[in-house]
């Protein structure tokens, strides 16, 4: 695990010239990931809420979760009231930029219902899997063990014919959600507006429905960091997991020129 330096107060989260703005992925980024129902619905551990109000306070508020998860579920373990960050759920779908604003989204795809409708079929004899129709996507979990290639290849190809629906392949999960509407436009959406607004964007993930976040930042002159072995070598620096996430962007709110540097990024 990385060691953190002194602080140093002289320092501000200014990187090629423009200040930083951060963009995190929640399950297997922030937090350990665990299989659907093994995460439950509290608050997250004060430590992490203690990161993420410092993270506040030294990026000036640009800061974001960035979450496959529904906004229902990210609301309960990020209270707002403890923890007023902006945060999207559902892969892009939905967002919020601040307290006062409500809830945004787009509209859920009318397709997603046939592939729903066509999974159950499919999946009706199947064991040891959880089929969840969300607001915005439709998800295949494995429970117990991955499913065999045969199974997969049947699920994969069960949108082919929609148009509206992209398959996404996930850590224990096949998600389909709408085409289009991905992390990294929920990046691009929030780098409208203040206070991301001209921010070099910093986007930390650790799945392939990250690489979105990945690409959106890039684009703009940003970096991508990448969190455990999955996606290890395609972003600018790579993480182990959580705990380094943590010690990272800790070091990240107190001196990000030494953090930058981490990854060989000039500051």
């Given at each position: ?16 010239g ?14 350990e ?11 997250v ?17 640009a ?135 001209d ?9 392939t ?43 990240l ?15």
């Amino acid at each position: 695990m990385m060691d953190i330096p002194v602080p140093n107060s002289s320092s501000s989260p200014i990187c090629a010239g423009r200040k930083l703005a951060v963009f995190s992925d929640f399950d297997g980024t922030l937090i350990e990931f665990r299989p659907i129902g093994m995460v439950a619905l509290a608050p997250v551990d004060q430590e992490l809420q203690d990161l993420l109000t410092l993270l506040l306070r030294a990026m000036e508020g640009a800061v974001a979760v960035v979450s496959g998860r529904e906004m229902s579920s990210l609301v309960r373990l990020l209270p707002p009231e403890r923890i007023p960050l902006p945060i999207s759920g559902s892969h892009g779908a939905e967002w919020r930029l601040s307290l006062n604003q409500a809830i945004q989204c787009i509209p859920r795809a009318v397709a997603l219902d046939e592939v729903h409708l066509r999974l159950r079929q499919r999946l009706e004899h199947v064991e040891n899997v959880f089929l969840e129709n969300k607001d915005f996507s439709v998800a295949v979990h494995d429970l117990k063990a991955p499913l065999n290639q045969p199974i997969l290849n049947s699920l994969r190809s069960i949108a082919q014919d929609l148009p509206e629906v992209a398959t996404l392949d996930a850590q224990g999960v096949i998600e389909f959600r709408m085409r289009g509407v991905t992390k990294g436009t929920a990046v691009q959406e929030m780098m409208r507006h203040a206070p991301f607004t001209d921010r070099r964007p910093i986007f930390l993930g650790d799945d392939t429905t990250d690489l979105d976040g990945f690409a959106a930042c890039r684009a703009m002159g940003g970096l991508a960091v990448s969190v455990g072995a999955k996606l290890k070598g395609r972003g600018d620096l790579d993480l182990a997991g959580p705990d380094e996430v943590r010690t990272w962007l800790r070091l990240l709110a107190h001196d990000p020129a030494q953090a930058l540097a981490t990854a060989s990024i000039e500051a």
